[in-house]
């Protein structure tokens, strides 16, 4: 049973443009929703992070929306570049235990 | 600060081999992760240890696999005997817990090919 489904699979945006890819999951003890970011040949990286205590939080480019409610959060890409190229993961965390990741979404910004 | 490290970096190997992947977390971290990723299935937990003992190893697949980490600096995952099938890039994470909410940090994994 997946626990956070992740949505589109794929996305092609324009230079400039704000992808928002989406997450849903179903398990409400989960108490920290991060995304990562991983390069081709390398791990993901955590990218920015959320607590379900807060609807919103940027950092620089990347921002996350949170809606409790409707158990869905996201993330927004402000002024895209062809640098943020690459698949993006969303993941939720209940207290200690194992993070439950997205099947990831693969970003394309062409210039 | 040196960040997880994984290694080999790529195993090419035949069918039936035995298949050790290797990983040192950071230090001060007590909390360590496998996971295994595929294009099916996305990334999958495999096993985690906490204070180096192993907590959860439902995500291991068969009797095939076994995971140890004898201190806190060093875990193996071994395959015996591999399958084509058990080919995917294997990565180790880990993380600092004891408190709450804390990000878990990759190694650049390892590609295991099973031919």
């Known amino acids: 049973q997946q626990q956070v489904k992740q949505s589109p699979q794929s996305l092609i945006v324009q230079k400039g443009g704000i992808p928002i890819i989406n997450c849903a999951y179903e398990n409400t003890a989960f108490d920290y929703f991060p995304w990562y970011q991983q390069f081709p040949g390398k791990g993901p990286a955590l990218l920015i992070a959320i607590r379900p205590d807060v609807s919103e939080k940027k950092e620089g480019r990347f921002t996350i929306s949170f809606n409790k409610s409707a158990k869905q959060f996201s993330l927004h890409i402000r002024d895209s570049q062809p640098g943020d190229s690459t698949t993006y993961f969303c993941?939720?965390?209940?207290?200690?235990?194992?993070?439950?990741f997205g099947k990831g979404t693969r970003l394309s910004v062409i210039a | 600060d040196a960040g997880v490290i994984q290694s080999p970096r790529h195993e090419v190997t035949e069918m039936g081999q035995e298949v050790t992947l290797r990983c040192k977390p950071i230090?001060?971290?007590?909390?360590l992760f496998w996971y295994r990723q595929t294009m099916m299935r996305g990334l999958e937990l495999l096993i985690y240890?906490?204070?180096?003992?192993?907590?959860?190893d439902s995500g291991m697949p068969e009797d095939r696999f076994s995971a140890k980490m004898p201190n806190a600096s060093f875990s193996t995952l071994k395959i015996q005997p591999s399958e084509p099938r058990d080919s995917a890039v294997y990565f180790c994470?880990?993380?600092?817990?004891?408190?709450?909410?804390?990000?878990?940090?990759f190694g650049d994994g390892t590609r295991l090919s099973i031919l």
């Open positions: 230090s001060g971290h007590n909390s």
């Open positions: 993941a939720a965390l209940r207290g200690n235990t194992p993070l439950v």
């Open positions: 994470a880990s993380s600092l817990e004891g408190r709450s909410n804390q990000p878990q940090h």
């Open positions: 240890f906490n204070n180096n003992v192993p907590i959860d």
